[in-house]
């Protein structure tokens, strides 16, 4: 009995030393993303070791597991790209930061865990991290319009059809803004962008411009707007903010039917786009 037991204790230390020389800790921007939102982590890498590592020189170095609660591994879409040569010292630590949504399906509600691993070709080994619990939420649906895809050139033809999505979700109590574009049936989401914070009693002011691109002004504070302007793929390519002045601010078209903002006074903000 006593052999057996030494021989457990002799296998479980072998593992605590090899987990100590190379440590992996993954990391969660957010642990809470809609359907189709950008789901960033980052994977740091501890040299413990006493020699340096080669990492990064092909895309098995590291990699991701994203399963449901069961232990159900959720579909790949492809393979997440981290091949990038460099050198890791002993005592140094190295983070690589990437964006899972694009390469593994999780787009139903629901919980799931994501954990990281590192393979460290030289020793025929990997080290995994623990791993990290997020939450696919559904937000709640405050508009939508449907929107013909510009033809280049000029072609007539029957247009793609895609969707424009205004949503709102809760997380930790706040109440955030999203704008959300997919297919016309809703099955395909070519992207989810969250616009910002929002105020219960905001309603905000939609149009659509000439380059069939999406406009948002809403309400975010007591005298505070913000505006933003979203594309066909669900991209944010501009984020403005705006106080109350004389007016409060308010999306209209100009002579040239261009939507601008009118009234109000715009003020720098750190996370302009």
Known sequence: ???VWLKWMAGLLSVVWAQAQVQVVLELEQDQVLPGESLRVAA??????????SLGRDNEWLQFMVERPDGIPVSCRGTVPV????????????TKRVDLTPFYDFEEPGRYLVTATVRIAGWGREFRSK???????RGSTLWQQ?????????????PEVR?????QALHVKVLKLYARVTDATG????????????LSISDPEKAIDEQTRLHVLWQTGARGFTYCIVDLNGRLVRRETYDIADHRPALRRDKEGKLVVVGGVRRPAADDL
């Open 187 to 198: 099955s395909h989401i070519y992207g989810t962008t969250p616009l910002g914070l929002m």
């Open 44 to 53: 740091r890498t501890i040299n413990h070791s006493g020699q340096t590592l």
């Open 1 to 3: 009995m006593n052999r």
């Open 131 to 137: 791993p990290m619990t997020f939450h696919v939420v």
């Open 83 to 94: 091949e990038e040569a460099f050198e890791l010292p002993t005592s140094k630590m190295a």
């Open 163 to 167: 969707r424009f999505i205004l949503q």
């Open 146 to 158: 449907e929107v013909g895809v510009p033809v280049p050139g000029g072609e007539v033809r029957d």
